[in-house]
């Protein structure tokens, strides 16, 4: 039965993935709890900047690439139904998708625990489910009711999870690279042993805050890994037309930096292992991931002017995340072809029971838009020494 | 549980929550305990600087316990009793924000200070001197010349739960981190829903100086103003300096503290034991009958030289320091306005778009009623600070002109 899997086999380019290392063609227990180890090689070797890159060669298991494959499922579930919803008019204003980076985001979670920090930019739905925010918070939040993570006071682009040390969720380019190097100073100030991970993308990369933060980082000595999400497109500007120097991960100069192919979930956990233990005891570490989005830049671009169509469906035939790991899974026979498809099913109907149950969900209370503004609702009341006690009502 | 005793003059009023405020002249004058919780461990006091509470009786009675004398001929002297409780210490005003500053680093170790030049060199107004030497490099850190980053750095920090006070070595030079301090700033709080509370100090020296030229006289209390989420003050003594340095630093909420580069030299008798100035409160300087003077900074010490003159010419004027730029203390404004009926605003910044426009909109919006004049707006002239002394001087407002426009308003 493994052989007719083997023989399913699409295009050359994938040989590599259909040849395991040390292959465990035994009894087959449930794929979701084994954890035999199963070697696997990445899709092409990694390249370094002033480092050694790591090697090819990852450790996974069957449960791994189950929770691989079924995380990056719902997270592609969970973008295209946003579209549907941005187009029905339930989800207004920005709304920039993940769908063709899933890998990324899963890869990085494999890494890391809680206690390491993210923040990305506003591309940032897929991130905060892997950092463990329910589909429910992030369609309530889409379409502004109060079960969102933000309270509906959000968007698209505010989703914050503090209790795994998601940190959002930012609109403004770049932005949150400065923000990113903070958290990671206050990670080596309380002595936390872990780092941060700040994500942004290619266009983000030529803003003058990031080479700032770099410095100050590197002066530093503080754990944060920038990670420069590259899918080749800032907006609606190729990558080519944007930056003189498009090796993203050399721009960093002083600072090491490392190429990886963020379409390979493996290849992304890889790296990040590699540059969590390289911060903690090195200072900043640039990592390149080259990706693809399918979607435009956000709903109201779509994404084919200045990009072929064929270039987009070239990447989902040839380097989609979720056909990786189901080739891998089928290929070391984890699974079977029906039981994957069982999966998307069922994640397609977890989906949509989050859709209904967040348009079930009431909008914020009317009071609810002044809350939050100040802590402790100041504004109108003012509080003496201690902040504890209202002293006085000023207007 | 000690509470310090604060004097006479400053008005000790347990300003509670409680209905019925009983408000007994002579228990004042006498009992300075207060009746609020105080945190365990911490004795400190409170400086209400205006008792009035509800005003709707004994104004007799207040004015007899606000004994503040000679406000006029002194400068920054807000708590003139203080000289007659303990010896105290004298301070100048750039000591007394680097002595608020080191107490809350020593009292909380989340504490910690970035900006340029703050660490090995002292700071260039010798804010932080000594405490780099003191708290180590990890503390009070030294940044490059990059505040966008660095700002943005210290709200990453801040959304941790540290509590970093980041310098800007001129107010002028935060314009550069403009989105920081206000997208991420000022409204991480909301569009978190919640989440993230950014305890971070921003301050730095602004206003126009001597002679230093268009870009280092600016007044940027304007331009912040419309964010969201954030809290502004404006010190003026050395007192409230470092009264409101250490309540910034308690404070969960962003705050940004004004500095004046031409009041770090004023000397002020400080008492020895700690003490927090309320950050949503107004100073009052000088209580009067005619006239109500709202001013802020370094137009204050303007504004008590003119009030020499009136006094010389009749008038009776309220001078009061509103120090909390957001949110106005329209408690104590508005008591005043209803005492005095007139309102002259005198402020450093701009006429468009400055806190005097703002502060105009919010009384006329809120008082009108009391009001037998129209407000009367004294601010600088819409136009860069020229560098030649003489023009310079005509860019700000002059106490001649004050009081002239106290004349007029009191015709």
């Known amino acids: 039965m493994a052989l007719s899997h083997l023989a399913s086999s699409s295009p050359s380019r994938s040989a590599n993935l259909l040849k395991p290392l040390s292959s465990a063609i035994s009894l087959r227990r449930p794929i979701s709890t084994d954890t035999t180890p199963i070697t696997v090689e990445t899709s092409v070797p990694f390249t370094a900047h002033q480092c050694e890159a790591p090697s090819r060669t990852v450790q996974t298991n069957a449960k791994e690439l189950a929770t691989f494959f079924r995380d990056m499922v719902v997270m592609r579930r969970m973008e295209i139904a946003a579209d549907s919803l941005y187009k029905a008019k339930l989800i207004r204003g920005f709304c920039h998708l993940y769908d063709g980076q899933e890998a990324v985001a899963v890869g990085m979670e494999a890494a890391l625990t809680k206690k390491d920090c993210i923040i990305t930019s506003y591309r940032d739905h897929c991130t905060f489910v892997a950092r463990g925010g329910t589909l429910l918070e992030v369609f309530a939040e889409l379409m502004g009711r109060q079960a969102g993570c933000s309270k509906g006071k959000g968007g698209s682009m505010h989703f914050y999870k503090k209790d795994s040390n998601f940190y959002g969720g930012h609109g403004i380019v770049g932005a949150q690279v400065p923000l990113g190097c903070g958290l990671a100073f206050a990670q080596k100030y309380c002595k936390d042993e872990a780092v941060t991970f700040a994500l942004y993308g290619d266009g983000a990369a030529n803003q003058g805050q990031l080479f700032e933060a770099l410095n100050i980082s590197a002066l530093w000595d503080l754990p944060a890994i920038l990670v420069c999400e590259n899918n080749h497109y800032g907006m609606g500007t190729a990558e080519w037309r944007a930056a003189k120097s498009p090796a993203y991960y050399k721009r960093g100069d002083y600072a090491p930096g490392l190429k990886v192919d963020g379409m390979d979930a493996l290849a992304v956990k890889q790296a990040c292992a590699f540059a969590k233990e390289h911060a903690l005891k090195n200072g900043p570490i640039i990592l390149e991931m080259d990706t693809y989005r399918y979607h435009g830049h956000s709903m109201s671009d779509p994404g084919s002017t200045y990009r072929t169509r064929d270039e987009i469906t070239g990447v989902r035939q040839e380097r989609d995340p979720i056909e990786r790991i189901r080739k891998l899974i089928l290929s070391h026979d984890l699974s079977t072809d029906k039981e994957l498809k069982d999966i998307e099913k069922e994640v397609r109907k977890e989906v949509d029971d989050a859709i209904a149950q967040a348009k079930e969900n009431p909008v914020p209370e009317p009071s609810e838009l002044f809350s939050d503004v100040y802590a402790k609702g100041l504004g109108v009341e003012s509080f003496g020494a201690d902040r504890k006690e209202v002293r006085a009502t000023l207007a | ?411």
């Open chain 2, 1 to 411: 549980m000690a509470t310090g005793f604060h004097g006479v003059g400053a008005a000790v009023a347990a300003l509670s929550s409680s209905p019925s405020n009983s408000f007994d002249s002579k228990k004042l004058l006498c009992s300075p305990r207060r009746s609020f919780p105080v945190r365990k461990g911490a004795s400190f006091v409170v400086d209400r600087s205006d008792g009035s509470v509800n005003l709707d009786n004994n104004p007799k009675a207040r004015r007899a316990q606000q004994l503040i004398v000679n406000a006029v001929a002194n400068k920054a002297d807000s708590s003139p009793a203080s000289s007659s409780s303990k010896p105290g210490h004298e301070l100048l005003l750039f000591e007394a924000l680097r002595e608020g500053l080191e107490e809350e680093m020593d009292r909380d170790p989340r504490v910690c200070v970035m900006g340029e030049d703050v660490g090995h060199y002292g700071g260039s107004y010798k804010v932080t001197r000594g405490l780099a030497e003191k708290f180590g490099d990890l503390r009070v850190l030294d940044t490059p010349i990059a505040e966008n980053s660095f700002t943005g750095m210290g709200i990453g920090a801040a959304m941790t739960g540290l509590r970093p006070v980041v310098e800007g070595m001129n107010m002028g030079f935060l314009l550069l981190a403009f989105n920081q301090i206000s997208n991420n700033c000022g409204m991480l709080h909301y569009t978190s829903g919640g989440q993230f509370t950014i305890p971070i100090v921003i301050r730095g020296p602004g206003g126009v100086g001597r002679q230093l030229g268009a870009e280092h006289s600016q007044r940027l209390e304007s331009y912040f103003q419309s964010i969201p989420g954030i809290q502004m003050v404006a010190c003026s003594t050395p007192y409230n300096a470092k009264g409101l340095m250490k309540a910034a630093i308690r404070s969960e909420n962003p705050v940004i503290l004004f500095e004046h580069v031409l009041l770090y030299n004023l000397k002020e008798r400080l008492p020895d034991e700690d003490y927090i100035c309320n950050l949503e409160e107004a100073e009052m300087v000088r209580p009067g009958e005619h006239v109500t003077i709202l001013t802020y900074s370094r137009m204050r010490y303007h504004v008590m030289q003119a009030a020499k003159t009136l006094v010389n010419k009749g008038y009776d004027p309220e001078v009061i320091d509103i120090r909390s730029l957001k949110p106005f203390d329209l408690h104590t404004i508005g008591n005043s306005v209803k005492k005095t009926h007139r309102v002259l605003i005198v402020e450093e910044c701009m006429r468009t778009g400055g806190i005097g426009a703002s502060l105009t909109a919010a009384i006329t919006e809120n008082f009108h009623d009391y009001l037998d004049a129209p407000i009367m707006c004294l601010s600088s002239q819409d136009v860069p600070t020229p560098y030649a002394g003489t023009l310079e001087e005509w860019t700000v407002v002059q106490p001649a002109q004050i009081v002239t426009a106290v004349e007029q308003l009191c015709k």
